[in-house]
């Protein structure tokens, strides 16, 4: 507890992310001077015998590209667009009330046995509702528990566990995917900009549907074996009512599902047939065009069924409705406008500049000396980004920081840029139920309270421990038998890299 006591002082002090970002961006313009001045330089990994030397951007030359880039690396950032579109089809689908009632609708309907393993799938696949499993499906989960006469913390860790331990493994393409995606790409073309243009954002899918179902399996053993019987019985005096769907939520949610198989089988006639638009003649349909459109596609995926849901219901009557939930939407992004142009910045800078590339060749040649390759190397880039996240909450924050270092060192070592992300995606996650400084971490411990008044953050912690632990070592098998068999992690991507 003094430890994470210690973790949580050190975190509170950190400044805000886009402070962070800004510092980054002026560190590395004068340390591009001051490496310049020393005559810094790598042999290029890609090209023998060609120098790679620092570039000073506190120079003349340098000074002009400052100014003249600020606009465009903010419009060029990948993730930007990326995130703002996907968020317009995600944010009716959650306004018009769609997500909330999928997710109510899925662990209300289950028999008693299954209860557990519906709240660790559904908090799973809230990811594809960004952040609204927090503050949906974890109460929920209480008032489930509460009123099947379990108690209610363990439905509430069992629903956090599934929403923030598992958020990075889904069914479906999320907002994740381009997000992160975005980062890796640009990451990626520090070293090689012709491979970055190959890689598509559903880089990590195959992986990340297969762990859906082993989490839900590991989280409801850990809940029904450790955590409640560790509650013990419950002994409060709150009493719940299960929130049950109502009549005109499921007509809507029925009216959802038809449309959205009507979607996919558009989709599926757009990509499957050799003529199809989508499939644009590619012999393989990892090759076709579709899976470099993956971010109109879930625009449309998320739009249209949460469209439909709206009018049934009557969330959405009429035009006005859907314009104001998407600017409602895009509302809630202008604390992440704001972070991505600071971003955009440092990530422009560490290309520009060079280090990224310098720091990468001899990174990758610091690690090959002291023997960390293979799984060794793997498991300590795990350790290494499941202690930032004890600091930084925001995934794309911390990846934003990470990537342009470690995807072109792992990268120099023989891994796949999609690889890494991968490893990233497993490390941010499995640390999340336990940081204090996740940015829902003391709204979970308030949903909490109101069975216990005695809950604060060392009882959340030791809690959630358990399934912090266990989903971390199923997760790094599941990583050790990819990485032995070579299958893919996603359409068209494996695990090494080669030049």
């Known amino acids: 507890m003094r430890s994470l006591d210690g973790i949580e002082r050190v975190g509170n002090k950190l400044p805000h992310p886009v402070t962070l970002f800004a510092i980054f961006a002026l560190a590395v313009v004068v340390l591009s001077a001051l490496f310049a001045n020393m005559g810094l330089q790598v042999e290029d990994p890609l090209n023998e ?59 209300t309907s289950v028999p008693r046995q299954l209860m557990t393993a519906a709240l660790v799938f559904g908090g799973i696949m809230s990811s594809m509702a960004a952040d609204a499993g927090y503050v949906v499906l974890t109460p929920l989960g209480a008032v489930l528990f509460a009123g099947l006469g379990r108690h209610p913390l363990a439905g509430l860790a069992a629903a956090f566990a599934g929403v923030s331990g598992g958020f990075s493994a889904n069914l479906l393409l999320t907002s994740l995917d381009p997000l992160l995606g975005g980062l890796t790409k640009d990451a990626a073309a520090i070293l090689d900009p012709a491979y970055a243009e190959t890689i598509n954002y559903a880089m990590n899918y195959y992986f990340m549907i297969a762990s859906v179902f082993v989490l839900t399996i590991v989280g409801t053993l850990v809940t029904d074996k450790i955590v409640e019987p560790r509650l013990g019985a419950y002994k409060g005096n709150v009493k719940e009512e299960v929130d049950y769907l109502k009549p005109e939520e499921k007509k809507g949610l029925w009216a959802a599902l038809f449309a959205f198989i009507a979607t996919a089988a558009v989709m599926a006639v757009l990509v499957i047939p050799e003529w199809g638009p989508l499939r644009g003649g590619a012999e393989k349909i990892i090759d076709a065009p579709f899976f470099h459109s993956l971010v109109p596609v879930i625009l449309i995926t998320f739009f249209i069924p949460g469209f439909v849901y709206g009018k049934i219901t009557k969330s959405i009557k009429n035009d006005k409705d859907v314009a104001d939930q998407l600017s409602e939407t895009m509302a809630t992004m202008g604390s992440y406008i704001v972070l991505a142009f600071v971003a955009a910045q440092f990530v422009a800078y560490f290309s520009e500049s060079k280090l990224g590339l310098v720091l990468a060749v001899n990174g990758a040649q610091f690690l090959e000396s002291t023997g960390f390759t293979g799984i060794r190397l793997i498991l300590t880039f795990i350790v290494v980004s499941g202690f930032i996240n004890l ?45 204090p400084l996740m940015p829902y971490f003391a709204i979970v411990i308030a949903f909490a309270q109101k069975y216990d008044k005695k809950v604060g953050i060392g009882t959340l912690i030791s809690t959630m421990l358990p399934y912090s632990i266990a989903f971390t070592i199923v997760w790094v098998i599941m990583l050790i038998i990819w990485m032995l068999t070579g299958i893919d992690i996603g359409p068209g991507s494996g695990i090494y890299y080669n030049n």
Do not use: C, H
């Open 49 to 107: 015998g060609e120098i790679i030397k620092v570039k000073n951007l506190l120079s003349s030359e340098g000074i002009v590209y400052l100014f003249e880039s600020m606009v465009t690396n903010f419009t060029g950032f990948a993730p930007l667009g990326t995130v703002l579109v996907t968020m317009l089809g995600i944010g009716i689908a959650e306004r018009s009330g769609l997500i909330s009632a999928a997710l109510r609708g899925l662990v």
């Open 391 to 435: 600091f930084i909450g925001s995934a794309s924050a911390k990846w934003a920081i990470m990537a342009p270092v470690f995807v072109p060192m792992l990268m120099s070592m023989g891994y796949a840029p999609e690889f890494t992300q991968l490893v990233y995606r497993i490390a941010d996650s499995t640390t999340n139920v336990i940081s």
